[in-house]
């Protein structure tokens, strides 16, 4: 055999050696790829086990005393909690599959995000709250003479809790929602009310009963109102046109066994339409003037939402203690709006790589636009749209190794899972600066749309400046509000 020119094994040589290095930097480049393990097959047992779950199986409110709860002192040494539930154990789903229920959750969704929008647009042009009117139509003198597990329209993935209203107290289950201060519940007679879970409230079997003057401050706080016979008159209007009229009221409102706030305001609604089917009404817990926080005086707010497909229960917690172990960032304010609750978010990242993300798009400007807030009634977090593609981007490229599909409504990246298991995926971070960072479950980012496997990375683009963190990535973890301090805590497994 010929021998090898010196020429020849030189080149065999740089070739071998080009190659191992690149195969090393490769392999390097995947196992530096921080990944997480979804669980497939427990996320889809959930998707059949909601449609067929009946909630009288349950009963988890039938053996609820109606007993009158002694008063307590408005300060930030009463810490209370409240157990927190899933909309889907208030009544049974009429969907005959998951993938026509989650297209109703996404529709309701997009209709409360919208409804958040507007609010911080009339906020920001300086639209004067008195020049909103409500319609005649829906307001007649007539009407008004005589006296989250939810359906509520303003959002897909609502929570509700129980609590007693009135004197005696009667129970109901009322929609909780960070984003509204308004607190509702239907009430007899009724113009126009839905189908709830609970008896409608009857205001002349209360004692603490008393409609509000329309001189009162909590009248002159509403963004919408009229006067009929020196009665003050609210009305709350959603995205997907539904509405609540009726009276302005103070009623004293009852918290389990931990006792009962007089002269709470709240709206008896007389005139209620939409979709808000189950719920009783709802709970506002903003930052503004007539939310239940405010009202209350509290100090903190947490909450810890439970899978939206599942019958356990969370927890909603007043002035209690923020975790130790939380991470933590700026609870900032908006001069323009004080309902919605802004957090100091500073990135993404995806896999243990940072996303680039200019950090300008989760700032608000001087004007009050911007800004990215926590919020429980909306489901699936929205991100500007140059923010959500850069997140999304790097999502897909380090996601390799997953089967891709049709994306599904407001969903453009989802991928086919059917027949797996389990399945590695790429991990997603949020971060808040200095180095504090919350890493989120994989099924609080890749959920399933349907029964047969198909799972969609659960954010979405708003052309809004505005973005907002929804509960579907606050599933599992404790939120909390530090009122007090303006700090806002999340706290991962804390359920």
Not at 318 to 323: D, I
Not at 407 to 417: I, P, Q, S
Not at 467 to 484: E, M, P
């Amino acid at each position: 055999m010929a021998p090898i020119k010196p020429f020849v094994l030189f080149t065999i040589t740089t070739i071998l050696f080009s190659f191992c290095l690149f195969t090393s930097n490769s392999s390097r480049g995947l196992s530096e790829t921080a990944t997480t393990v979804l669980d497939v097959s427990s996320a889809l047992q959930q998707t059949e086990h909601i449609l067929s779950f009946d909630p009288e199986t349950l009963k988890p409110f039938a053996e609820e005393s109606e007993t009158a709860a002694e008063s307590f002192p408005l300060n930030s040494s009463s810490s209370f909690s409240l157990p927190l539930h899933s909309r889907e154990i208030l009544h049974k789903t009429r969907h005959i599959d998951y993938r026509s229920l989650v297209l109703s959750r996404l529709e309701r969704d997009s209709a409360r995000v919208n409804t958040l929008i507007t609010k911080l647009q009339l906020a920001i042009y300086n639209v004067d709250r008195h020049e909103l009117k409500p319609a005649e139509a829906q307001i007649l003198p007539e009407d008004f003479s005589t006296p989250v597990v939810s359906g509520a329209s303003q959002g897909s993935g609502e929570y509700f809790s129980r609590i007693g209203v009135g004197t005696p107290p009667r129970q109901f289950s009322m929609v909780l929602d960070t984003g509204s201060d308004i607190n509702w519940l239907q009430c007899r007679p009724c113009t126009e009310c839905y189908q709830q879970s609970d008896p409608i409230f009857d205001p002349q079997t209360s004692s603490s009963y008393s409609p509000l003057p329309c001189a009162a401050p909590q009248c002159r706080s509403l963004d919408v109102s009229a006067c009929r016979a020196n009665r003050c008159l609210y009305q709350v209007a959603y995205g997907d046109g539904s509405y609540t009229v009726g009276d302005l009221v103070t009623e004293t409102v009852s918290f389990g066994n931990s006792g009962s706030v007089k002269g709470i305001a709240l709206g008896c609604g007389r005139d209620n339409e939409g979709l808000f089917v189950g719920s009783a009404g709802l709970l506002g817990l903003g930052g503004g003037m007539l939310s239940l926080t405010k009202q209350i005086k509290a100090t903190s707010l947490a909450y810890c939402l439970v899978d939206r497909d599942s019958p356990a229960s969370g927890v909603l917690e007043f002035n209690s203690a923020r975790g130790g172990d939380a991470v933590t960032a700026p609870l900032i304010r908006n001069k323009k709006v004080d309902t919605f609750y802004y957090v100091g978010l500073t990135g993404f990242s995806v896999g243990g790589q940072a996303v680039q993300i200019p950090p300008s798009l989760f700032e608000m400007d001087e004007a009050g636009d911007g800004g990215i807030i926590v919020d429980c009634g909306t489901a699936i977090t929205r991100l500007q749209t140059q923010a959500y593609n850069s997140l999304r981007d790097s999502f897909v490229r380090l996601a390799g190794n997953l089967k891709p599909t049709s994306g599904v409504a407001l969903f453009d990246t989802c991928y086919d899972f059917s027949g797996l298991r389990s399945v590695k995926v790429p991990t997603v971070s949020l971060h808040f600066g200095a180095g504090r960072a919350l890493d989120l479950p994989a099924k609080n980012y890749l959920i399933p749309v349907d029964s047969a496997g198909t799972f969609c990375f659960a954010f979405a683009p708003t052309t809004s400046a505005m973005s907002i963190i929804g509960n579907v990535q606050q599933q599992g973890t404790r939120v909390s509000f530090d009122l007090a301090n303006n700090r806002v805590g999340f706290t991962p497994n804390k359920c």
